[in-house]
């Protein structure tokens, strides 16, 4: 029966990446309407998500009538383990891409503001890497570089709080760009907890190929 | 508004249309009960077996799974003192019907069992056997015959150039395969397989499994089994039996995930039998 078990593995294995794949789709597209202002970018999101949604129902399922029906244990059982995480740390990626296209809309009915932002771009950008590599790792069973993603969830939050500050300068300086401010600090809030799924992910890929837990001591425990 | 009639009839066929197909079952039973003297050994049974998959009877020991196993065949017939009532389809023929042609049936429908029994003769003879006394080839055809089944359970590797040895100096699970390669040599369209690796190791019974994988591409077959964790990991349809009663019936997944009766959850985690 291992044959058939192997089959079933690889089944569930190709529909989390193709899940993940849609996620990173989402992502790219709210960066995209975000920074180049391409409305036409965020329709596409809604699509995306109605699919990943089913695939999250789905992979659970496949889950579960794993572990029912064929009893995995020792490195089966922790890969099934993180395909159950992984499954629910992308669909709240998902949701955080529809708050960000949401976010978006209402600032692309308004003028940009005048002060180049810096920090959200860089944002956008380490959260699709971090999610990408995650996900990378979890094919490979690349435990270097899913390590490379939590180290890299630190970044994030020092831009996240630089965003913050620096919108708060914006809105200190003119009332008048408060809305579009908030909608930025609300995004970059988005972009932060995309980051903390990625590392989620990548903390589970860990586990999933050396048995270790390494969630809770950042500081890489993984020897 | 007759507009919109029509809209929701269409939409209605296309609804049925979508729905899941389901085919004919392979074997059926009606109400079936069965007797050893007074003793009620089934209890009103109705159960679909579908075609093309492995059905798996699980239940504790006497609960009446073997004995409904023996049913589909009319094994159950050579027992003295047996009693059946209800109906039992194969495809659309009842087989407790008087005409039935009993050797006929078996050809369709063959039994594996718990412990492998090949003939006292040869490996070759073994295979040849069914289809040389059904008339079904002679000769080279025979030679013909008896490649593809031993083939077709993995055996003609070892075998082929031994294939006048005796079938019992095999070891458990090559006569087990053996057994599998005689029935279907016959050509059978069911294989009823009665605990077919309890006298196996781990490793041989997987083997079996995965045998029995593949031959459900051809075959509908139906396995009791005492180990639960085989029925999971093999069957795409199971039935758990009870003192005699189906208690539930339907596909594995639903059943080792979220059965329907406290019976079936009760049994199938441990909690009796």
């Given at each position: 029966m291992r044959r058939h078990f192997e089959e079933v593995e690889e089944e569930l294995r190709n529909r989390l990446l193709h899940m993940g794949g849609l996620v990173e789709e989402m992502i790219h597209w709210a960066g995209q309407a975000l920074l180049e202002r391409k409305e036409e970018s965020l329709k596409k999101i809604a699509k995306n998500e109605e699919e990943v949604n089913q695939l999250h129902i789905e992979i659970d399922d496949r889950c579960l009538k794993l572990i029912a029906l064929h009893q995995p244990t020792s490195a089966d059982l922790r890969f099934i383990m993180a395909c159950v995480k992984i499954n629910s740390d992308l669909e709240r990626v998902a949701d955080q891409a529809v708050n960000i296209s949401e976010n978006t809309v209402v600032l692309l009915a308004q003028p940009q503001l005048k002060r180049k932002l810096l920090d959200i771009p860089r944002m956008v950008e380490l959260a699709g890497g971090m999610l990408k590599d995650s996900l990378d790792a979890f094919v490979r069973k690349d435990v270097a570089l899913a390590q490379a993603v939590v180290q890299r969830d630190e970044e994030e939050d020092q831009l996240k709080s630089e965003a913050f500050h620096e919108l708060m300068q914006i809105m200190q300086a003119d009332s008048s760009s408060i809305q579009r401010a908030l909608g930025l600090i609300l995004i970059a809030r988005n972009l932060e907890r995309i980051a903390d799924h990625a590392t989620n992910i990548a903390e589970d890929v860990i586990f999933m190929v050396l048995g270790k837990d390494i969630r809770h001591h950042a500081e890489n425990k993984v020897r | 508004m007759e507009e919109l009639l029509i809209m929701s009839q269409a939409a209605l066929a296309d609804s049925v249309l979508k729905k899941e197909e389901v085919p004919a079952p392979k074997i059926q039973t009606k109400d079936l009960a069965l007797y050893y003297g007074n003793f009620?050994?089934?209890?009103n049974v109705d159960i679909s077996i579908p075609p093309q998959k492995i059905t798996a009877l699980i239940g504790p020991?006497?609960?009446?799974k073997s004995t409904l196993l023996r049913v589909f065949n009319r094994?159950?017939?050579?027992?003295?003192g047996v009693r059946i009532s209800g109906q039992v389809f194969l495809d659309d023929q009842?087989?407790?019907?008087?005409?039935?042609?009993l050797i006929a049936l078996r050809k369709r429908a063959g039994m594996v069992f718990q412990r492998p029994n090949p003939f006292p003769i040869s490996v070759f003879k073994n295979v040849a056997y069914g289809p040389s006394i059904h008339g079904m080839a002679s000769g080279r055809e025979l030679e013909s015959i008896v490649e593809r089944h031993l083939r077709a359970t993995g055996l003609w590797d070892d075998l082929k150039d031994k294939?006048?040895?005796?079938?019992?100096?095999?070891?458990p699970e090559q006569q087990q395969r053996l057994c599998i390669s005689r029935l279907l040599a016959v050509e059978p369209e069911v294989l009823l397989m009665d605990?077919?690796?309890?006298?196996?190791d781990p490793i041989a019974t997987a083997r079996i499994e995965d045998l029995l994988f593949e031959l459900k591409k051809d075959y509908t077959i139906v396995i009791v089994t005492h180990n639960m964790q085989q029925a999971a990991r093999v069957s795409s349809s199971a039935g758990f039996m009870l003192l005699g009663e189906l208690v539930e019936f339907g596909k594995t997944g639903q059943l080792f995930t979220n059965p329907i009766d406290p019976r079936t959850h009760d049994y199938i985690t441990g909690r009796f039998g």
């Open positions: - | 009620r050994a089934l209890k020991s006497g609960c009446g094994m159950n017939d050579l027992i003295r009842d087989i407790y019907h008087p005409d039935t042609d294939l006048h040895i005796p079938a019992l100096s095999l070891s605990e077919p690796c309890s006298a196996l």
